[in-house]
């Protein structure tokens, strides 16, 4: 059974920094996609980037374009998210996620292409 860990979240002010780490055990991490998301209290979970297995190409939601990272280490079996200059508006749970497909080019904004999740990390970043 595949599990996914994430870390790094905080509270942070706006214009700061953080980079979330997302862990993966149980299964096979290196051929898949992996993609981050989002959830705001009250608001539908939101696709934030995705990276092919081979961590040669990235994919991003508009609003995070140019301020976040996403990378992988596939012999760490690893996937982050560097974020840089947060807004308020980025406060929200983040979720890594394992796409469905082995080996798939595909990078995926819809969350039913991923089938196993982590927990999440709150992220709060205040004005």
């Known amino acids: 059974q595949v599990q996914l860990v994430e870390s790094g979240g905080g509270l942070v002010q706006a214009g700061g920094s953080l980079r979330l780490s997302c862990a993966a055990s149980?299964?096979?991490?290196?051929?898949?996609?992996m993609g981050w998301f989002r959830q705001a209290p009250g608001k539908e979970r939101e696709f934030v980037a995705a990276i092919n297995w081979r961590g040669s190409s990235s994919y991003y939601e508009d609003s995070v374009k140019g301020r976040f990272t996403i990378s992988r280490d596939n012999a760490e079996n690893s996937v982050y998210l560097q974020m840089n200059s947060l807004k308020p508006e980025d406060t929200a749970v983040y979720y890594c996620a394992r796409g469905r497909l082995f080996t798939s080019a595909t990078m995926s904004r819809d969350k039913n292409e991923y089938n196993y999740w982590g927990q999440g990390t709150q992220v709060t970043v205040s004005s």
């Open positions: 149980g299964g096979t991490f290196s051929g898949y996609t």
